[in-house]
């Protein structure tokens, strides 16, 4: 079957997720960063203090998905898409209209476990089960909802911020969450696998088993590969929450930067594709070892990069890694531990990411608080991930290479 046929045939069920992975923007690293200079002026907060504010609620809302992912095998994708959406809609609103320091984290936790944990799982989850041979090409179109809201909303934002009050961005965020309710429902009212759930539709994993989060977790494979799973979110979400500060320090207007960030999501969404295909043709345990190594590559372009150039050089390497890992693991995590259970497995490992994304922002933040700024960073972040590639490598050759 070919892409176009593929699309032609399932644009109900790849519209919707694709709808869902826009829908997780309003709770993302690079769209609430945008906001950061607005929100330390309003807070007074520092560069180290916002970072930590940020990492508190983040790492609170990844805790909680270890629990709320696995709501993911038990309810169907339109009831909780629902639920998600009124409540980030509630947060969106608590974001603009919220005045005290110490609600703040009850804020952010609220808009990330919403958007980068609950809706991109459900999303990601929905495509691995509903789609098995062509679960590639499913999780990249997908994500592209994501890619556009990436790619567009920070320069929109950006420009938007200079004639109205920040406040108002988070009232229409509010209001186009609801917006995607009504959408959702109509676009999920059959699901493209109704008996989903049931046991004939599932595929097992490794060693032909149905794995639970139990197995998966009394078993090696699962922590020698944790690193790998948190290192995207921790840096990429790094990058875009201090990229003001980057700017700043490289001699650029925010403006300038964030006018580069189609262009990292335009390569994005090519390697995502690229990587889908790949992935159909000779699986993602083949290909996982390897898809943090653009982003070593990256940071030590970044690092050195004076111009905006480099700087766009370096976000092309980064966005190879986002795309080729967006598609790669949610294939993979299948693949291994089959898709019966693959909420419950699924939420471990997006508990690990939303930490990491957590983790990122208050290291960083802290360093510079310090006198380092974050590209001086860099070089021991990249020495760091190709640390984490060979233990991912190690990890298939000694695990997963029958």
């Known amino acids: 079957m070919s892409i176009l046929e593929f699309i032609r045939t399932n644009s109900r069920w790849l519209f ?30 520092t560069d180290g203090e916002w970072g930590t504010l940020y990492a508190i609620g983040t790492t609170a809302s ?18 909780l898409v629902t639920v998600l959406l009124v409540l980030m809609s509630l947060f969106c609103l608590a974001m603009a209209f919220n005045s005290n320091v110490w609600l703040l984290p009850f804020v952010i936790f609220g808009l990330r476990l919403c958007g980068q944990g609950m809706m991109f799982h459900i ?42 009050p920040w406040q108002t961005i988070w009232v229409a965020a509010a209001f186009l969450s609801l917006l995607f309710i009504g959408l ?23 060693y032909g088993k149905h794995w639970t989060r139990m197995d998966a977790l009394v078993h090696p494979l699962f922590w020698y590969l944790t690193p790998m799973v948190m290192a995207p979110s921790l840096f990429i979400t790094a990058v875009f929450f201090q990229q003001a500060h980057i700017a700043e320090v490289k001699g650029w207007t925010h403006t300038e930067f964030v006018s580069l960030f189609p262009i990292y999501t335009a390569t994005a969404v090519i390697a995502s594709l690229i990587f889908g295909w790949a992935v159909d043709k000779w699986g993602s345990i083949k290909l ?24 766009l050089s370096a976000l092309a390497f980064m966005a190879i890694m986002h795309g080729a890992y967006s598609t790669v693991s949610v294939a993979f995590w299948s693949e291994v531990y089959g898709t019966k259970h693959v909420g419950a497995i699924k939420a471990l490992t997006a508990a690990f990411m939303v930490i990491g994304s957590a983790i990122g922002p208050a290291l960083t933040g802290q360093l510079i608080d ?8 860099m070089i021991g972040y990249a020495i760091y991930i190709m640390a984490i590639s060979g233990l991912t490598y190690y990890a298939v050759q000694r695990f997963l290479r029958r």
């Open 16 to 45: 919707a997720g694709g709808v869902m992975t826009f829908a997780t923007c309003f709770g993302q690293t690079f769209f609430i960063s945008i906001f950061a200079k607005q929100i330390m002026e309003t807070y007074t907060l």
């Open 62 to 79: 990844g805790l909680l998905m270890i629990w709320a992912g696995g709501l993911a095998d038990h309810f169907r994708a339109r009831a």
């Open 123 to 164: 999303a990601m989850v929905s495509m691995a089960r509903w789609y098995t041979k062509t679960r590639g090409k499913a999780v990249a179109i997908a994500s592209l909802g994501f890619s556009i809201g990436e790619a567009f909303l920070p320069l929109v934002v950006v420009v938007l911020i200079a004639f109205i």
């Open 184 to 206: 959702l429902r109509t676009l999920l009212k059959a699901e493209r696998t109704p008996q989903s759930i049931s046991e004939n539709t599932q595929a097992v994993g490794m």
């Open 288 to 311: 996982i070892p390897f898809v943090l190594m653009p982003l070593a590559i990256g940071f030590v372009v970044f690092a050195f990069s004076k111009s905006l150039f480099g700087a």
């Open 370 to 377: 310090f006198g380092y700024s974050f590209p001086d960073q």
